[in-house]
Nanobody, 126 residues
Framework: QVQLVESGGGLAQAGGSLRLSCAAS????????MGWFRQAPGKEREFVAA????????VYADSVKGRFAISRDNAKNTVYLQMNSLKPEDTAVYYC???????????????????WGQGTQVTVSS
């Protein structure tokens, strides 16, 4: 069992930055691929970024590539999402998710993630 708690959301201006954190509890965090997803009002939840359990592989949605960076600190059981050059279209609730332990593929599909946090709101004003 893994419990996830996101923090760091808030209001930012276009062009600004925010850093999201996701604190995990549970024995399998260090062996689980982790992902960030987001959901805007009236839209489907969509993939943002993911990182392998070792931190050696990262995957990004085209819409955030070059602006966002995912990282993790297994000693602190925490995964981060650094968001730079924010745009109004980045406004959404951001969710942290954990895949089952020891999966080889770093998935972009929400169906492949088992555990989810409660979400944190990010609002970007123009």
């Amino acid at each position: 069992q893994v419990q996830l708690v996101e923090s760091g959301g808030g209001l930012a201006q276009a062009g600004g930055s925010l850093r999201l954190s996701c604190a995990a509890s549970g024995r399998t965090f260090g062996s689980s691929n982790m992902g960030w997803f987001r959901q805007a009002p009236g839209k489907e939840r969509e993939f943002v970024a993911a990182i392998s359990w070792s931190g050696g592989r990262t995957v990004y949605a085209d819409s955030v590539k070059g602006r966002f960076a995912i990282s993790r600190d297994n000693a602190k059981n925490t995964v981060y999402l650094q968001m730079n050059s924010l745009k109004p279209e980045d406004t959404a609730v951001y969710y942290c998710a954990a895949a089952p332990a020891l999966r080889v593929v770093v998935s972009t599909r929400k169906e492949d993630y088992t555990y989810w946090g409660q979400g944190t709101q990010v609002t970007v004003s123009s």
